[in-house]
């Protein structure tokens, strides 16, 4: 059984920076696309960053290119997101995904953490 658990979250100010932790289990971990995603209260979910399966090749949202940087630790099951100069409109629910490398869409989603970023 695949679980894919977040954690990381927490208030801060803006300006800040916060690491998000995505620990996966049940799958081999390197034959997997991840990715990170976030839902802002009343918004539709949004692709933040994503990163191969062997860690070549990475994608930002505009928004968030120049202050967040995605990475994976094959040995460890782990991907991050390292979350520099935090602005409010950063505040919503994170959560990390696994796809495999033939797929479109990500199969296995964790729960989320919630970031919450004061202005």
């Known amino acids: 059984q695949v679980h894919l658990v977040e954690s990381g979250g927490g208030l801060v100010q803006a300006g800040a920076s916060l690491r998000l932790t995505c620990a996966a289990s049940?799958?081999?971990?390197?034959?997997?696309?991840m990715g990170w995603f976030r839902q802002a209260p009343g918004k539709e979910r949004e692709s933040v960053a994503a990163i191969t399966w062997s860690g070549d090749s990475t994608y930002y949202t505009d928004s968030v290119k120049g202050r967040f940087t995605i990475s994976r630790d094959n040995a460890k099951n782990t991907v991050y997101l390292q979350m520099n100069s935090l602005k409010p409109e950063d505040t919503a629910i994170y959560s990390c995904?696994?796809?495999?490398?033939?797929?479109?869409?990500?199969?296995?989603w964790g729960q989320g953490t919630q970031v919450t970023v004061s202005s």
């Open positions: 995904a696994a796809r495999t490398r033939i797929s479109i869409e990500y199969e296995y």
């Open positions: 049940g799958l081999t971990f390197s034959n997997f696309d």
